[in-house]
């Protein structure tokens, strides 16, 4: 999208890359992105790293606890929703391109800085040119991931817990988002995504779009929203990659922990929340339940038991998923290979 054609409830920071810098990325940049997404330019589609031989070399090196990979339904309103996890079933990283370059499947590499040295410099360097690193913001727990998406692919209506970011590799994809308030997000919402981890079970109407910005993201383009900003993505007709970059504040932190007491509460004891205090005898009351179910593992359980892998890739005929007779959990294929 032209800058001149954004809302005016973006940002953007399209100004010239510094030399040697990866982004234009500043440290205002965070105070902005708190308020409205900023759309800000980016070098790292022209870096060898990310080049497609380097992603499918990437993906012959990862472990099968740090993948996801999603079969999900057509584009459109008619489209049925499908979101169902798989496995890549021993293919090699150039073979499991040519399944999602052929198929309706989305890839999501997890932490790729703890696996690939490269990367951990690339999500460094990002952070620091955005000043994210020391006061005010102070972020830590940061992570990258690398997101691989089919021609046509989607992902559903959904808010993440940590802040966020997206930046566009490879291929085009329409993004949008929401504001992070009713109706496009309840706190009971937030609840159920922090007891899963499934982010996806958000309610969506078709309405809610009137009031979503709404980018088309370009090879060299990067967005920042407001945390728990909902948003949902549709890929144009080539394959994508993109990166996510996540962070943490010791605010961000806090209202993870009431998200997870609230919804224990309410899904589990029946007691609808009536505080979301970040500090304060209630608040500390509530850290300690969900640290309780972390430490009991009910909590783990509870997020197994949501993420079933049903499928693996079809080794002869790209894009085609075969049937599991029995689904698996999470815990089950921690210990295969990729």
């Known amino acids: 999208m032209r800058p001149s054609s954004l809302p005016v409830s ?6 010239r890359i510094a030399p040697g810098a990866l982004s234009a990325l500043t440290p205002h940049s965070p105070t902005q992105w708190q308020q409205a997404p900023l759309l800000f330019q980016h070098r790292l589609h022209a870096d060898p790293r990310f080049a497609l031989p380097a992603v499918a070399g990437l993906i012959d ?3 099968r606890r740090s993948y996801s990979i999603v079969h999900m339904g057509e584009q459109g309103p008619e489209g049925r929703r499908v979101w169902r996890e798989g496995d890549f079933g021993g293919l090699d990283g150039a073979r499991v391109l040519d399944a999602i370059e052929c198929g309706r499947l989305w890839l999501n590499l997890r932490d790729g ?10 999500m460094r360097g990002l952070f620091a040119e955005a000043g994210a690193l020391a006061p005010p913001v102070s972020s830590y727990g940061h992570r990258l991931g690398v997101l691989v998406s089919s021609p046509g692919a989607q992902v559903y209506y959904h808010a993440d817990l940590p802040g966020q970011g997206l930046l566009q590799l490879h291929g085009r994809k329409r993004i949008y988002i929401y504001p992070p308030r009713l109706p496009f997000l309840s706190e009971q919402g ?4 922090a007891l899963s981890q499934l982010e996806v079970g958000l309610e969506y109407r078709p309405e809610f779009d009137r009031e979503a910005v709404v ?9 920042f929203w407001p945390l728990n900003s909902p948003h949902r993505i549709e890929n144009h007709d080539s394959l994508n990659v993109s990166m996510t970059l996540e962070y943490w504040t010791q605010p961000i932190r806090r209202s993870h922990m009431i998200n997870v007491a609230n919804g224990i509460l309410r899904n589990h004891y029946g007691r609808a929340p009536r505080s979301r205090r970040l500090d304060g005898p209630s608040f500390y009351a509530k850290a300690a339940l969900q640290a309780l179910w972390r430490r009991t593992g009910r909590l783990e359980g509870q997020r197994r038991a949501a993420r079933p892998i049903d499928f693996r890739l079809d080794p002869d005929r790209p ?7 029995t689904p698996q959990n999470e815990g089950q294929r921690d210990g295969q290979g990729a």
């Open 10 to 15: 973006m940002i953007f920071a399209m100004d």
């Open 113 to 122: 800085h703890a696996l690939d040295p490269g990367l951990d410099a690339v």
């Open 61 to 63: 090196r990862y472990p």
């Open 190 to 193: 937030l609840e159920n995504i």
């Open 215 to 223: 980018l088309d993201l370009e090879p060299g383009q990067g967005v």
């Open 319 to 325: 894009g085609a998923i075969l049937d599991l007779g």
